[in-house]
């Protein structure tokens, strides 16, 4: 059965491509959230939780919401690339970097493979990706 902890640890059994900058590594921001959150979850097994009292799990809309706020400092345009955008690249971001597709299927809640791979696992051409990336945001 696929578990957050089981994701967690394939996670930090590869090496980090962010030991010049930490704070940037996904690994090490799950764990000071996972450590962060401890003291507020006592019978909650929920991963997100609200932070405004009681701290009970959050629904999908307000993790959509967060998402998109997220998406629109980072300075994305989110009626372009909505919070859905994010499921499939995050998805095909964890095909590339080896996490075998049936975990994937699992983490996403996707029955169907088919359709994971005709909709969600896109190739990225790296080099036109960053040129688009930095002709459209200015980074100040």
Not at 23 to 44: D, F, I
Not at 77 to 106: M, N, Q, V, W
Request: glycine share 4%; net charge positive.
């Amino acid at each position: 059965m696929l578990t957050l902890k089981t994701i967690f640890l394939m996670a930090i059994t590869k090496p980090s491509r962010f030991q010049s900058n930490p704070k940037l590594c996904p690994v090490v921001s799950l764990q000071a959230y996972l450590e962060r959150t401890e003291p507020l979850r006592k019978e909650e097994t929920s991963f997100f939780l609200s932070f405004i009292k009681p701290h009970g799990a959050v629904t999908s809309s307000t993790i959509a919401r967060w998402l998109r706020l997220t998406l629109e400092l980072a300075g994305i345009d989110s009626s372009i690339f909505g919070t859905h955008f994010t499921r499939g690249a995050s998805a095909s971001a964890a095909a590339r970097g080896g996490i075998i597709t049936e975990y994937i299927l699992k983490a996403a809640d996707w029955s169907s493979e088919s359709v994971f791979q005709r909709f969600y696992h896109k190739s990225i051409d790296k080099s036109a990706y960053g040129k688009a990336v930095l002709s459209r945001n200015s980074l100040e």
